[in-house]
């Protein structure tokens, strides 16, 4: 009998236990009963009670390896009464439960991964031309980028290598059909001529950037890059990115957080906000380019502003560190801070499965 793993597994049970979405609350009681092998891990089930006069419920944790301390996240109670006879077979149940739901996750994830690395935006125009050599110096002298164009080069298009990525812009004169620009330029409660300036914009130079480069970070530098030299373009009205339209000016602005090593987040995500009953609402909207999650904050009652900027802390993160969020979790900015996560279908963007990031308080 391995007591030190014994005791760390009624620890990390106690923990589960404990978490809002559980009990909310240490069990009042918990036992050791016994031991199974499953999938070449040890597993350990446990009794416990939610107060000293309740019933006895069913409780596992593991798998452990060997002599390892660290359990591999099987633990789990769907708080059915414990019945000696029973445990182990209901214990193995909870434990393949839990393994197959992990297995889909981690196939979901990396279904995210072949989809992520689209980077496709457009710089809304007042009229249908442009000017391609000062688009091309800004390249240069903003951003030090040579925009080599081949012998097929077209006045209507800027195509070039840059490293393993391709970068396109091509102007279209004519707008971006079906009102798509002015529909999602509602989104944008910072700059109030949003609408105005997508349903007047009479052509686009459309920007995308492909190529074999692995580095999803290197790809979306690049492409916030390129719609920042568009900015520069004196018929330039809006930019057209992750579900919104914004400011050229404002995105200019933080593009230029990369000449200061930072990663220009509020260039490639818009941190949505908006009222319910309950509260202030946030989503993020551009994280799913980098094979993520998009996150959501449901009735916080705080500042928009604080809202905001915690979702903007928590996607920086997120694309810094590669960092994985994953359901069941929690996500913080301290030890003491943690915000549970939840993962199910988005409430500000139906058809997706979001992050729900608890706001108030720590967990």
């Known amino acids: ?7 760390a597994a009624r620890q990390a049970m106690t923990e589960w236990l404990a978490h809002p979405q ?6 009042a009681k918990i036992e050791y009963t016994e031991t199974f092998e499953l999938h070449d891990m040890r597993y350990y089930i446990f009794r416990y009670k939610k107060s000293m006069l309740g ?13 390892e301390l660290e359990h591999c996240g099987h633990v789990f109670s769907e708080m059915e009464e414990y019945d000696e006879s029973t445990a182990v077979e209901s214990a193995k149940n909870m434990v393949e439960m839990i393994r197959s739901y992990w297995m889909q996750q981690a196939e979901e994830a990396e279904e995210r991964k072949k989809s992520a690395g689209v980077f496709l935006g457009f710089a809304l125009l007042s009229d249908d031309g442009w000017d391609k050599e000062q688009l091309m110096s800004d390249l240069k002298e903003k951003w030090d980028i040579i925009a080599e164009e081949d ?3 077209r006045e209507d298009s800027l195509i070039f290598s840059c490293g393993d990525m391709l970068a396109a812009l091509s102007l279209m004169p004519a707008p971006i059909p079906d009102g798509e620009a002015e529909t999602n330029a509602e989104n944008n409660y910072m700059w109030p001529e949003a ?3 997508a349903r007047e914009h009479k052509a686009h130079i459309m920007v995308s950037v492909m190529g074999n480069e692995q580095s999803l970070i290197e790809k979306g530098k690049l492409y916030v890059k390129l719609l920042a030299a568009c900015c520069s373009q004196k018929n330039v009205s ?3 990115s992750s579900g919104v339209v914004f400011e050229p000016r404002f995105y200019e602005a933080f593009a230029d957080m990369m000449k ?11 941190f949505g906000l908006y009222r319910s009953e309950k509260g202030v609402c946030g989503y993020t909207y551009g994280i799913e380019a980098f094979g993520k999650d998009e996150m959501e904050v449901l009735d916080a009652d705080d500042e928009p502003s604080e809202v905001r900027d915690f979702l903007a802390g928590i996607a920086s993160y997120v694309l810094e560190y590669d960092a994985e969020l994953l359901d069941g979790e929690t996500v913080g900015f301290s030890a003491e801070d ?5 993962r199910s279908q988005g409430s500000a963007l139906p058809g997706k499965m979001t992050l729900k990031i608890s706001y108030e308080g720590s967990v």
Not at 22 to 27: F, H, N, V
Not at 55 to 67: S, T
Not at 260 to 270: A, E, K, T
Not at 338 to 342: A, C, P, Q
Request: hydrophobic share 35%.
């Open 1 to 7: 009998m391995n007591q030190k793993q014994i005791d």
């Open 22 to 27: 559980e009990l909310g609350k240490a069990p």
């Open 55 to 67: 019933k006895w419920l069913l409780g596992v944790c593991g798998g452990y390896e060997g002599d």
């Open 151 to 153: 012998e097929d080069k």
């Open 195 to 197: 609408v105005k300036a």
């Open 238 to 240: 809006g930019i057209y």
């Open 260 to 270: 200061d090593g930072r990663l220009p987040v509020f260039n490639w995500i818009w």
């Open 338 to 342: 943690k915000h549970s996560i939840t």
